[in-house]
């Protein structure tokens, strides 16, 4: 009984969280394609891209957690986790696409990111508040045994360098003209994105 009891309560705690993720990203999304668009920056508009993709991972995951939290029995709540987690694995791909091409268009076309407060505002909230939404993500995945938890966790963790890199490259081009800095930054993250969407599409363990 006190499992169970203990089980709910982080499903709550998980519930609440998605939610935060899909209410944060949505307003991410709609300031940096927004701020993007008005400063002609691609990397912004990635940014917002990046948002939306997690937001589908996320609205996924909402789904599953819900299906637990109505009581469904095992095999279904099971089901949900597996269809969840390679649709989480198949958003890193995603990802690791958007990066890809991303990136080496900026290397490309040496397009530096403009300048944009907006933008180094956004980035700097995304740092402080995406690593604390994935931590508590990652404790209740860990207590609820969900991989598909675990999963788009780690995605909110991604999303947070991806944050990283924005800002690096913001600040590095206005400060000493570092325009390559951002991209850079980002192409580090493609194998670990593309480790796990393997592990995602194919239920690998951890």
Sequence with gaps: M????????WNRIALRLVIATLAYN????????????????IALVGFGLDSVIETAAAGMLLWRLYVE???????????????VLRFVGATFLLLALYVLVQAGWVLWTANAPEES???????????????????GKLRAADALGSRALRAEAKE?????????ALLLGLVANAAAGWWWADPVAALVMVPWLLKEAREGLLGDED
């Design 2 to 9: 006190a499992e169970v009891v203990a089980n709910q309560r």
């Design 26 to 41: 949505v307003i991410e999304a709609g300031v940096a394609l927004g701020s993007g668009v008005m400063a002609g920056s």
């Design 69 to 83: 939290f109505r009581g469904d029995d095992a095999e279904d709540v099971e089901r949900t986790e597996q269809r």
């Design 117 to 135: 407060l907006v933008g180094i505002a956004l980035a700097v909230a995304s740092l402080v508040v995406m690593p604390l939404i994935a931590w």
């Design 156 to 164: 909110t963790l991604a999303c947070s360098f991806l944050s990283f």
